[in-house]
């Protein structure tokens, strides 16, 4: 169980960020994190283990992709988080968001094994957490995208700690189906990246939607999340391959 002052910090942020919440979700999370604390003693998952900085760090901070929306709208799509090594952002918004049917894509096979076993414990606490509708994929992101059952079949992309922006655009966008949105989710400078994402921008299809900026709940960590839609069909050269994308970023 979280302590009185880490629960009390949770539930003042998550009415910050106008999140119903109910008992279950609050154990979910309870479970999420100490089976994190657990794996993490064999496999390197996270650096932030101590359990207020696990709710300001990891679950606010991935709940904050709500802030790009209105009225909290995110129910009934389907998503893909890019990169999403243990789980973020994407497990905490599932944990109180389950209708959204979520794709966890990440190059490293033993984080999705943490989330395989998580997701299964999430089942088993209650029925309110469906394995359908999550799915849990083992590959790159860049090879991934030229598969037809993945390709432009996706309503939103989240991404966090993953690449620079320029190549996130190349990697996001396959994706996507024309007129949706990539969320990327940035620390505090994005200045530079913003302006050598142009060119990714102009081949691949995309456009700004908007910038959002702003300090985690109760603290002077600084975020931006930045929202680009995806504008046109994306061409069948991108993604490029994984060394051109490395070494010739757009
Ligand atoms: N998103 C998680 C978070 O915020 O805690 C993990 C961030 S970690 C710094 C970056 C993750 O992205 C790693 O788990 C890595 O394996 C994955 N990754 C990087 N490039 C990738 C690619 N091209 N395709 C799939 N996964 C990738």
Known sequence: MFQAESKN???????????NHKEI????????????????????????????DFLIKHVIDS?????????NKLENLKIIDIGTGPGFPSLPFWIFFPNNKITLLDSVKKKLSFIENTIIKLNKLDN???????EIVHSRA??????????????????????????????????????SFMLAM??????????????????IGGKIEKIINFNLFGTDIKRNIILIKKIKKTLKTYPRKTFLIKEKPL
């Open 9 to 19: 910090y949770l539930i003042r942020a998550l009415d910050s960020l106008n999140i």
């Open 25 to 52: 979700n609050i154990l979910a999370l309870e479970l999420f994190y100490s089976n994190l604390i657990d794996w993490n003693k064999n496999i390197n998952l996270t650096r932030i283990t101590e359990e207020k």
């Open 63 to 71: 709940l904050t992709i709500l802030k790009a929306f209105d009225n």
């Open 128 to 134: 309110f957490y469906n394995l359908e509708n999550i």
């Open 142 to 179: 860049e090879d991934l995208a030229h598969n037809i059952n993945y390709r432009e079949k996706f309503d939103l992309s989240l991404n966090r700690a993953v690449a620079s922006l320029n190549i996130l655009i190349e990697l996001n966008l396959p994706f996507l189906k024309t007129s």
């Open 186 to 203: 940035k620390s505090d400078k994005i200045e530079d990246e913003i302006k050598s994402s142009n060119n990714s921008l102009n081949k």
